[in-house]
């Protein structure tokens, strides 16, 4: 695949080593460009390293070799603070002694947001998410898929243009999930957000992504279109256990 200009990228890693330190490389020579507006899947064995890329480009984890840039500009330049790239967690992480309203309204709070704005930014969001009747409860009352609309209308108040999210989806039963990824997949198009997402399931990934990324012992295996990886030969041995339930057809 033919690499754009790093200012006409959302994300950018160049022959990246991504860990814990120089002597915990987690993953090794990561080549990924990512055009604004689209959406990425990680996919790969539990304790790949999925989740390091996520935490690398949020600036919760140094880039330990290569280079990174996120909307042209060289990530070591920007704090996680300023990369307004906020990770959607598995657990969640909502504010239990928070209502759901203060909850969305947490990130513009730390940002100093007027109050009449912070008014309309929540209020629109809860209403996008279905979710206005319940802007006094505690999230703890809540069902899962509505904790789970709670912590997309926070990631997405403050309109961040990079939206990581780590297996997000994880734990919901199939009807949820389907749903949730639509009003994601809504989110995305209305917003112009630029998506990464880690997950275990290749449904999710072929509905949501426009690149897939395979990991496999310490490196990506494959990248590319969701058409490239599909077809390459490198990524069939983790491919191979979706080909029933995604009824493929081998080609005669």
């Not at 055009?35 to 880039?63: D, E, F, N, Q």
């Not at 990506?220 to 990886?229: H, P, Q």
């Amino acid at each position: 695949m033919m690499a754009e200009l790093p200012e006409m990228l959302a994300i950018s890693l160049h022959q990246a080593s991504l860990g814990y330190g120089p002597d915990h490389i987690i993953l090794r020579q990561v080549n990924i460009d990512l055009a604004a507006g689209s959406c990425l899947a990680v996919l790969g064995p539990s304790g790949v390293g999925k989740s390091t890329i996520l935490k690398t480009i949020a600036g919760l984890l140094p880039l330990q070799e290569g280079q990174i840039y996120l909307f042209g500009q060289e990530a070591s330049l920007v704090p996680p603070e300023a990369r307004e790239a906020p990770i959607l967690f598995q657990d969640l992480r909502l504010f239990p002694h928070l209502s759901v309203y203060e909850n969305v309204a947490f990130p513009l709070r730390i940002r100093r947001w007027p109050a009449a704005r912070i008014k309309a930014a929540v209020e629109r969001e809860l209403e996008r998410f279905g979710l206005s009747a319940y802007t006094e409860h505690s999230p703890s009352t809540l069902s899962g898929g509505e904790q789970q609309r709670v912590a997309l209308a926070r990631a997405i108040v403050f309109r961040p243009r990079l939206l990581l999210l780590d297996e997000a989806f994880s734990g919901l039963d199939l009807d949820l999930r389907q749903r949730l990824r639509q009003d994601l997949k809504t989110v995305q198009t209305d917003l112009g957000l630029t998506l990464v997402f880690v997950t275990h399931d290749l449904t999710d990934a072929l509905y949501l992504a426009d690149q897939l990324a395979i990991l496999d012992d310490g490196h990506i295996c494959s990248w590319g279109s969701k058409a490239e990886v599909l077809e390459d030969p490198a990524a069939q041995a983790y491919l191979m256990p979706w080909r029933e339930e995604l009824q493929w057809q081998e080609k005669k």
